[in-house]
C-alpha cells in the first residue's frame, strides 16, 4: 500500500462548491513532501463532487488518511469523516493535523476514532509517520512531533524544531483544480488566496500563531512567488491575489523586492494582503507607497483589535497603539488603497464596555475614508495564548469534548463578558449603521427601488455618523424585526444574513 489519502473538512455548514479562495494549502505542503515516494490524493469536502463513499472504498489501498483540522466547525466535519471512514474500516490509520490538533493535542487523542496527531509544522513529521506506517523503522516514539495511543495510553512525543518553509520542495498545484477556488473579489473578477510568507514576530496575547512559528517570520522565495503567480494567470486566467500572510510587511528590503518583481515581471494584478499597523508605517515613505500602488495593492487588511488604548496596549500586548489606527487610515486614504480593519469586542477584562471604544474607533475612522471595511467579532479565547488563561479565571468553560468546540469560532463565540444589551447594540451597529452607511452597498444592487430604499437609509444614518450618536436604536430594530418578517414569508433567507452571525 503506497497510497495516502488527504482531506480538507468542510469549516463551515454552508459552505458549498463556492470555494471562496481558500486553497487547501495545508495539504499541498504535506503532499509536496512526500508525493515523490506515495500516490497522493487531495479531496475537499466543500466541493460539491466530493464523495465519502468513494474514500472509504479507496481506504484498503491506503497506507492512511490525513485530514487537517482547525478549531471550529471544521472539528465536527472532521468527527464524522473520522466515524463514516472507521465504521467501514477500523484497519485504516486515521491522521488529524493542523492548528487544533497542535493546541489540544491529548483531547484531541481522547477520541476513538483518530489513531495519530501531527503537532505543529507537518511536512517531515508526516513524512517519518508514514515511512513508520510503511514498516521503514519500528519506533513510533522516536517520531518528533507526533501524538499516539499505546495499549489505551495517549503518548506525546517531543516536539520538532520548526525547518524552513523554503527548504521543501515547492507545492504542485496540480493536485487540485484551482478553478474551484477563484471567485470574484472587491478588485478583480478571477481572485485566489496565496502566501508570500508564514509567521509573525510578534506575540499578541489572543494570538496562536507565535505557538508554532517562535516569533519568526519565513519569506518565501521571490521568485518562487512570481512563479506560482505566473503559473495561475496562465492556466487559469487569475487576475487577482489576496495574500494570506498573517504579516506581509515584516521585511521592508523583502516587500519592496518583491514589489518591483511584480513591476518587472508585468504581473499586472490587483492585489490584497494583511499587515500589522505600527510595522507598516515605519516603512510607508512616499517612494514605498508609489511602488506599492504602482505594484497594484489595493486594499490591505490590519488587526485594529479594539478602540480601547490600555487593552491594546498594556493587554493585548499589539505593539501598536489606536492612533496608528487612525494614521493607517489617513495613509490609506492618500493613496487611493482602501482599508480594512479586524477588530474584537468583548474582551474578559476591564468594565465591559470596550466594544464602546471600538465603534467609536471605526466610526471616525469611517469619517476619514468611507471606504473603510470592517470586520467586527466577538473576542474568542483560544489554547495556548496568554489572553485565555485568563478567559477562564474571568467565566469561560472551555468545552469538555472534542465535539465541543465545534461551535467556538469567532462568529459563533457568545461571550459571557457581555451583556445581552451591548450584543444587541454591536449587532444593531455591525449589520446596520455600519453597513448601510457605505455608497458602495448602495450601489450594489441593479434594482433601482432597491437603490432608492438604501439611498433614504444612507441619509438617515448619516445624521447619527455625523453626531457619532448610535443610542436608541429604534430604527435598527424596526428594520431587524421587518426583515424577520421578510424571511417567514419566505421572501428572503435571514440564515445566510450578517444578522444571524451576531444573533443571541
Not at 298 to 315: F, H
Amino acid at each position: 500500500m503506497n497510497k495516502i489519502i488527504l482531506i480538507f473538512p468542510k469549516a463551515w455548514p454552508s459552505e458549498s462548491s463556492q470555494m471562496v479562495g481558500r486553497v487547501p494549502f495545508s495539504l499541498l505542503y504535506i503532499a509536496r513532501n512526500i508525493y515523490q515516494d506515495y500516490e497522493v490524493e487531495i479531496f475537499d469536502e466543500r466541493d460539491a463532487g466530493f464523495d465519502l463513499d468513494l474514500i472509504i472504498s479507496q481506504s484498503d489501498k491506503a497506507l492512511c488518511i490525513g485530514i487537517t483540522v482547525f478549531t471550529g466547525y471544521q472539528i465536527h466535519s472532521a468527527l464524522t469523516i473520522s466515524k463514516k471512514i472507521k465504521e467501514k474500516n477500523r484497519n485504516v490509520s486515521i491522521v488529524w493535523g493542523g492548528w487544533h490538533p497542535t493546541l489540544e493535542p491529548e483531547q484531541t487523542l481522547e477520541n476513538s476514532n483518530i489513531d495519530y496527531i501531527v503537532i505543529g509544522q507537518g511536512e517531515e513529521t508526516f513524512k517519518e509517520l508514514i515511512k513508520y506506517l510503511d514498516g521503514h523503522s519500528t519506533d513510533v516514539s522516536a517520531i518528533k512531533g507526533i501524538g499516539y495511543k499505546n495499549n489505551g495510553s495517549i503518548k506525546i512525543n517531543a516536539s520538532r524544531e520548526f525547518i524552513n518553509p523554503n527548504s521543501f520542495p515547492e507545492i504542485n498545484f496540480d493536485f487540485i483544480d484551482c478553478n474551484k477556488y477563484i471567485y470574484k473579489s472587491d478588485h478583480s473578477d478571477r481572485t485566489i488566496g496565496l502566501f508570500a510568507s508564514h509567521g509573525c514576530p510578534f506575540n499578541c496575547a489572543f494570538c496562536s500563531v507565535f505557538r508554532v512559528f517562535k516569533r519568526k517570520w519565513y519569506p518565501k522565495n521571490v521568485d518562487s512567488i512570481i512563479k506560482e503567480i505566473k503559473y495561475l494567470k496562465e492556466k487559469y486566467n487569475v487576475n487577482g491575489v489576496t495574500f494570506d500572510d498573517d504579516n506581509f510587511f515584516v521585511n521592508k528590503k523583502f516587500t519592496v523586492t518583491l514589489l518591483n518583481a511584480f513591476i518587472e515581471n508585468n504581473i499586472n494584478i490587483k492585489w490584497d494582503c494583511s499587515a500589522h499597523a505600527s510595522s507598516f508605517l515605519k516603512m510607508c515613505d512616499d517612494s514605498f507607497m508609489d511602488l506599492l500602488k504602482k505594484s497594484g495593492c489595493s486594499r490591505i487588511y490590519i488587526g485594529a483589535e479594539t478602540g480601547n488604548s490600555e487593552i491594546l496596549e498594556k493587554i493585548i500586548n499589539k505593539h501598536s497603539s489606536v492612533e496608528d489606527n487612525y494614521e493607517f487610515v489617513r495613509v490609506l486614504k492618500k493613496w487611493d488603497i482602501i482599508p480594512l480593519f479586524s477588530t474584537m469586542v468583548g474582551f474578559p477584562i476591564g468594565n465591559g464596555n470596550d466594544y464602546l471604544d471600538t465603534i467609536n474607533m471605526i466610526t471616525n475612522c469611517q469619517k476619514i475614508e468611507e471606504r473603510l471595511m470592517v470586520r467586527v467579532f466577538y473576542y474568542t479565547p483560544y489554547p495556548g495564548t496568554p489572553l485565555y488563561e485568563y478567559a477562564v479565571k474571568n467565566g469561560f468553560k472551555p468545552p469538555t469534548s472534542l465535539d465541543g468546540w465545534s461551535s467556538h469560532t469567532l462568529r459563533k463565540f457568545k461571550s459571557p463578558w457581555l451583556t445581552k444589551g451591548a450584543k444587541k447594540f454591536i449587532r444593531n451597529y455591525v449589520c446596520f449603521y455600519f453597513k448601510y452607511h457605505s455608497k458602495t452597498t448602495i450601489y450594489s444592487d441593479d434594482n433601482i427601488v432597491k437603490i432608492s430604499i438604501k439611498t433614504i437609509l444612507y441619509s438617515l444614518i448619516d445624521i447619527r455618523f455625523k453626531t457619532n450618536f448610535f443610542k436608541y436604536q429604534i430604527d435598527a430594530e424596526i428594520f431587524y424585526n421587518l426583515l424577520k418578517i421578510l424571511d417567514k414569508m419566505g421572501i428572503i433567507d435571514l440564515s445566510i444574513e450578517l444578522w444571524n452571525d451576531y444573533e443571541f
